[in-house]
């Protein structure tokens, strides 16, 4: 059980048993060094900021910049810091490592293509790809659920959005698995892959200007603003961030969430129980409490100080990496009660799980559609869903920026009626 006393010595970081449970160590933090310089495990040393007002502050700084040109390099860096842009990539030209005006103007572009109307559109195509998905396994009685489900429906769910052919979009499923399994580290199976979604985007959008449809790549095509349109590299590093940042979340959201849920067995009967009565507003409230309770964006992405200024009474000198830890400021006690509670009902919960200010999370109604869909039917078509293993045999995965199980076995009862395979 979690342990979240603040007393003693400070604990240490991105070890396993942080990985596995990080909220002491954040609790601590919070309590005893809210702005805190820390080494990471590629050598670069940042400022993780854990509190609540803290954190929303600097997500909201402009001398905050997400212009890794800003970074004053740290003498012990190893070299691949796990900084975005590191390798200066075209693709990484994207929304997450640009400052104003260049991020206004994209954004406000991707805005018109990307509408909560066009979300709204394609709830159906979300709910079959989460029926075609769960169709395969529901009559063996156990799955793990980050395989079989958690993963594969964002992935086809953003090529479908993004206009990639359905017969192409197994390999994106593909490169994205390499990504999402070797995230971060220096292996060259990373780097093929995201070569090849760099060609494969910039021959597709070239195609969608020759034969333009009603999907997101065309929509971003024909976006413009006061006649300016996007360039083809930055119609392909804009394809390529809403893969990239509408993956591997949607991917821990589904999977923490339905974990969080398995681990919470009253507020699991609570959710069951609204659903089979026709309600949706347990929902959610309950999508938006398991994105503050474990949400996948453990920490936002890398910012760096313009100028020397203060944070949280903590002096930041110019050049310094700033990291906002989203899963700390989001039990922070001062800003919510029982914050290590899974309350489903909460409604005073203004969490920081997709982030604040200009960089807010662009594609969260699509998200909350994705979540609420898979959670929703996971539990209806799956009866007496329970862990097939003990949760101290589960392991997380133990990149930076986000938090996520590699798998969630899971046994059920199955239905007269369900699909054979
Ligand atoms: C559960 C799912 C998701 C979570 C928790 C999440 C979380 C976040 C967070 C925390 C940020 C801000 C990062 C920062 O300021 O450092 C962000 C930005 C962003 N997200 Fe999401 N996200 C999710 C799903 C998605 C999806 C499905 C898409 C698109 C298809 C998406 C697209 C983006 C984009 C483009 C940005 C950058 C916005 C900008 O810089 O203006 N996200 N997201």
Redesign the pocket.
């Given at each position: 059980m979690t342990d979240n006393s603040t007393a003693g010595p400070a604990p240490a970081l991105f070890t396993w048993e942080f990985a596995t449970d990080p909220y002491p160590a954040y609790a601590w933090l919070r309590e005893n060094a809210p702005v805190h310089r820390t080494a990471l495990p590629s050598g670069v040393e940042a400022w993780l900021v854990t509190r609540y007002a803290d954190a929303r502050a600097a997500?909201a700084e402009p001398r905050l910049s997400?212009n890794p040109a800003h970074h004053a390099e740290s003498p012990h860096a190893k070299g691949k810091t796990g900084i975005p842009g590191e390798r200066k990539a075209e693709l990484m030209t994207?929304?997450?490592n640009i400052d104003p005006p260049d991020?206004t103007r994209l954004?406000r572009l991707?805005s018109k293509a990307?509408t909560p109307r066009t979300v709204a559109l394609f709830a159906p195509r979300v709910q079959e790809l989460t029926d075609q998905l769960i169709d395969a396994f529901v009559a063996d009685g156990r799955a793990d659920l980050i395989h079989d489900v958690a993963f594969p429906l964002?992935i086809y769910a953003?090529c479908d959005?993004l206009g990639v052919p359905r017969e192409d979009q197994d390999d994106f499923r593909d490169w994205a698995g390499m990504m999402i399994r070797h995230g971060g580290g220096p292996r060259g199976g990373v780097a093929r892959s995201v070569k090849k979604m760099r060609n494969y985007l910039a021959e597709l959008i070239h195609r969608k200007r020759e034969n333009p449809g009603d999907d997101l790549i065309s929509g971003l095509i024909r976006a413009s603003d006061d006649g300016e349109h996007l360039t083809e590299n930055e119609a392909a590093a804009m394809a390529f961030?809403?893969?990239f940042?509408?993956f591997e979340?949607?991917v821990?959201?589904i999977g923490n969430g339905m974990y969080a849920l398995l681990r919470n067995p009253d507020q699991r009967e609570r959710l069951e129980a609204s659903l089979a009565a026709g309600e949706s507003g347990l929902l959610a409230t309950g999508v938006e409490e398991l994105?503050r309770y474990d949400?996948?964006?453990e920490l936002?992405?890398w910012?760096f100080a313009t100028e020397a200024l203060t944070l949280g009474g903590q002096a930041v000198a110019e050049g310094d990496p700033v990291l906002?830890v989203?899963a700390a400021a989001d039990r922070d006690p001062e800003r919510f009660t029982e914050p290590d509670t899974l309350d489903l009902s909460r409604t005073d919960n203004q969490h920081?799980?997709?982030?604040?200010?200009?960089?807010?999370?662009?594609?969260?109604p699509?998200?909350r559609l994705?979540?609420q869909t898979a959670l929703a039917t996971l539990l209806r078509r799956l009866p007496e869903l329970r862990l097939a293993v003990e949760p101290g045999d589960l392991r997380w995965r133990g990149g930076l920026i986000m938090r996520g199980l590699r798998t969630l076995p899971v046994e059920f009862g199955t239905r007269a009626g369900d699909p054979q395979v």
């Open positions: 997500l997400k994207h929304l997450l991020h954004r991707v990307f964002p953003i959005l961030i809403l893969l940042a509408g979340t949607t821990n959201l994105l949400g996948p964006v936002a992405t910012r906002v989203l920081l799980g997709y982030g604040h200010g200009i960089h807010y999370c662009l594609g969260a699509l998200a994705e979540a």
